[in-house]
């Protein structure tokens, strides 16, 4: 039982670089998310995904961008990277929008 | 307005006591509520979840959910240490499709001494 998987775990970055964190489900379930979760905060939503092809932006979208080509896969990308996007980035999944969110385990990013 | 408001904690009791963690929302608009327990470095687990007011018993955790007064809480009876985590409330369904994802609470932090 994967359910939702998150690639890379851990991450160091360079202020300008970019790179894609990606984010797998196997449940085939047709809304997933992105959120990030900074110290002593709750988790914000970055983005989230209906179903394939359609896409959305939630309460901090900015600097960030997603795409959405298969059920399966909704890869979130940083294209300049700044030291205000260190963060723990996690990625949810549910069969519907009122369905318990089922979540991976996060990617740890830090921006030097 | 979509503000969530928990207590960070820490809370810290003994083992076997009953913990009560809780919870408010400001926007009347929410339409079901869950909570989550996250342990350190991992991604949140989902502990209850309820569509209603009223009480939603599981094993040792019960979910207490009052819309009239905007009140959320999460009940642990005979608490253990594995226990020990950060629970997170998240009410859902703001914009009415539920599409828009979870807000979530900042959490509190329990500690179950042994």
């Known amino acids: 039982n994967a359910g939702v998987t998150q690639t890379p775990k851990f991450r160091i970055l360079k202020i300008g670089q970019s790179m894609t964190l990606q984010c797998t489900q196997d449940m085939n379930h047709n809304y997933m998310y992105w959120y990030r979760q900074d110290p002593g905060m709750g988790l914000k939503l970055i983005y989230y995904?209906?179903?394939?092809?359609?896409?959305d932006k939630g309460e901090v979208p900015n600097g960030y961008n997603v795409s959405r080509s298969t059920t399966e896969d909704f890869p979130l990308r940083l294209e300049l990277a700044a030291p205000s996007q260190t963060s723990v980035y996690f990625c949810a999944s549910t069969p519907a929008g009122n369905q318990p969110q089922h979540f991976g385990d996060g990617t740890r990013l830090s921006i030097l | 307005q979509k503000e969530v408001e928990q207590d960070p904690g820490p809370l810290s009791v003994p083992e076997g006591a009953i913990v009560s963690l809780n919870c408010t929302y400001s926007?009347?608009?929410?339409?079901?509520f869950m909570w989550y327990r996250q342990y350190s470095r991992k991604g949140p687990e989902l502990l209850m979840y309820?569509?209603?007011?009223g009480n939603k018993e599981d094993g040792r955790f019960t979910a207490q959910v009052d819309k009239s007064s905007k009140y959320i809480s999460l009940f642990i009876r005979d608490s253990q240490p594995s226990d020990s985590a950060t629970y997170l409330c998240a009410p859902g369904g703001y914009s009415g499709g539920g599409a828009d994802g979870l807000t979530f609470g900042k959490g509190t932090h329990l500690i179950i001494q042994p």
């Open positions: 926007n009347s608009a929410f339409q079901y």
């Open positions: 995904s209906v179903g394939a092809g359609i896409t």
């Open positions: 309820t569509y209603s007011s």
